[in-house]
Nanobody
Framework: QVQLVESGGGSVQAGGSLRLSCAAS????????MAWYRQVPGKERELVAA???????NYADSVTGRFTISRDNAKKTVYLQMNSLKSEDTAVYYC??????????????WGQGTQVTVSS
């Protein structure tokens, strides 16, 4: 069993910053690509940023230059530093990880989600 536990969400004014964290625990052979998604009511979940096990990041165009994804492999944790926040960044943010639990099994896991609210 693998668990992803997110923290760091909250409310902030436009222009402010927040840092999200997501820690993985359980039976983990290796953590591969980790990512942050977000979802607002009535819309599909969208990819915000992803980072490979080697540390190569990718970002959605809407957050490039404002958000930074990073990871600490020793702590099995991925971070999302969000700066210059806008009202349109308001959403529930979900952590996602591709986890290898054995030689024969790799699965995607999701965190429970953390609310980020940006007021203008």
């Amino acid at each position: 069993q693998v668990q992803l536990v997110e923290s760091g969400g909250g409310s902030v004014q436009a222009g402010g910053s927040l840092r999200l964290s997501c820690a993985a625990s359980g039976i983990i052979s290796s953590l591969n690509t980790m990512a942050w998604y977000r979802q607002v009511p009535g819309k599909e979940r969208e990819l915000v940023a992803a980072i490979t096990s080697g540390g190569s990041p990718n970002y959605a165009d809407s957050v490039t230059g404002r958000f930074t994804i990073s990871r600490d492999n020793a702590k099995k944790t991925v971070y999302l530093q969000m700066n210059s926040l806008k009202s349109e960044d308001t959403a529930v943010y979900y952590c996602n990880a591709n986890v290898r639990t054995s030689l024969w099994r790799e699965s995607a896991y999701w965190g429970q989600g953390t609310q980020v609210t940006v007021s203008s």
